[in-house]
């Protein structure tokens, strides 16, 4: 089943007769007015639309039973084709995740030159200028509480070498967004790294003493060691220690995101002349023993005093990209389903978090690392796998 290209490109034309909502014989339902996929189950709520197979809005209710929107999207689908900036908004990033340098890799002694979409061409990030999360992905299944897109990524695409064909499914169960992306180089070997890119902000943008994440507190408990980069966020193939209580210290105890943000050592943390966060935490899980992804963690836990929302994040990942969103300036907006009256409907700096889990970043150029199980399919491999679940709480 997974060999074949033809399968969604048979599933997309089987669909189009289903775009107006009416559901099927099979359960399956169209998109909203706004282009928008909905799924829930008990505590749970959201949408998801077909560009970058992303997440558009996230319901929880909060410690006052009010349902709050506490991921960043827009509010119609129609929208994320066009809008200048392309934040990567709750998407799936891909083929690579994350930066490679010299937008160059090696595989099997051919050198492979990928499109150089960041910094002026020194550097490929999100899988290039048309990565998959420019792309409208298929919509192969949706019932009440689950929805699968799929991706055919032509051989060559953005110069990345064979076809990939990959399925993301998205499931929610009780107060839990389920994640399960798969993925197969049908016809070449090509690495292959994914994540889910969901920006956050526990509050909705509604608390009003501050519209930032700075108050959110984020533990990631496995994590003394993150990937040492360069001054434009590139690995240059050192693994730092995060020392008790340095700006980097997430696992020691929970942190409010915003604590170091005034120490010297935080400036050029995440590029230069950048303070705050854009790093890749390792997660050292096997330091307890055999363990089990499904049960042992969260890997991260971030909570919100304001709505008392919480979001422990368990993952078979060995890694985990935290960005503190010191990029935003306010000319992205926010949903209408968010924010406090009489403040501008914009997300400002430090305004959200995005949380990826993903394997070690730029894996493909520092063979040292021994990732190339984990980054490097061809035909004949086992697929590319990436599990998580969100699981969400209130306090
Ligand atoms: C969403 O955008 C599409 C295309 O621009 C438009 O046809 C549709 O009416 C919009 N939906 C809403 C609810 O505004
Ligand atoms: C929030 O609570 C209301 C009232 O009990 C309920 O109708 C709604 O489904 C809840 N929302 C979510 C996302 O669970
Ligand atoms: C994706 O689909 C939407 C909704 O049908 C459409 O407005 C948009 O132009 C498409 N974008 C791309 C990049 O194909
Ligand atoms: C960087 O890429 C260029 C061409 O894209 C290539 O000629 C050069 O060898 C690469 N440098 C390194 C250090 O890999
Ligand atoms: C759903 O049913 C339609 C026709 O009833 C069919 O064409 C389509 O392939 C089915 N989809 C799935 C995912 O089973
Ligand atoms: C955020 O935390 C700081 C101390 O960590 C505290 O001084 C401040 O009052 C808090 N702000 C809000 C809005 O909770
Ligand atoms: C970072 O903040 C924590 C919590 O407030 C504090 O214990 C620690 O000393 C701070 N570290 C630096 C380098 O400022
Ligand atoms: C959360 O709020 C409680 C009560 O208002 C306060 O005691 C506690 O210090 C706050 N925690 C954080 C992390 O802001
Ligand atoms: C704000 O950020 C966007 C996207 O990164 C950028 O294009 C824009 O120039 C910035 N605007 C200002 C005023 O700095």
Known sequence: MWAS???PLVAASAFAQYSTGSPSPNGTTGPDADGKY????????????????????????????????????????SHYSVDPFHPHLGGVPG????????????????????????????????GGSDGWDFRNFTVVAHTADSITFSIVDPDGKEGFPGEVVSYITYTVTAFTWNIKMVALATTKKTPIML???????LDAFANPETATTDNHTLHLPYSGQRIGVDNILIPDGTILPNEKYSVNDFWSSPKQLG????????????????????????????QNGPYDWRNEGPVATLASNFTGIQIDIFTDQDAFQVYSCPGQNGSL?????????????????YGCVVMEVEDWIDGINHPEWQREKKQIFGPGDDPYVLEAKYVFSVN
Not at 266 to 283: E, M, Q, R
Request: hydrophobic share 35%; with cysteine.
């Open 5 to 7: 290209a033809v399968l």
């Open 38 to 77: 909905e799924i829930s189950a008990e505590g749970i709520r959201a949408t998801f639309i077909p560009y970058g197979a992303s997440i558009s809005n996230l319901f929880i209710n909060d410690t006052n039973g009010i349902e709050r929107d506490i991921v960043l999207g827009f509010d119609n689908a």
């Open 95 to 126: 083929r690579y995740a994350n930066r490679i340098k010299n937008s160059t890799f090696t595989i099997d002694g051919v050198d492979y030159h990928v499109d150089a979409n960041e910094n002026g061409g020194a550097d490929t990030l999100h």
């Open 195 to 201: 994540s889910s890119h969901t920006y956050w902000n």
């Open 259 to 286: 604590a170091n943000y005034s120490s010297p050592d935080i400036k050029n943390n995440c590029g230069f002349g950048c303070v705050g966060y854009d790093n890749a935490w390792l997660v050292n899980r096997a």
């Open 333 to 349: 907006p926010i949903k209408s389903t968010q924010g406090y009256e009489g403040r501008p409907r914009v997300v400002e700096k």
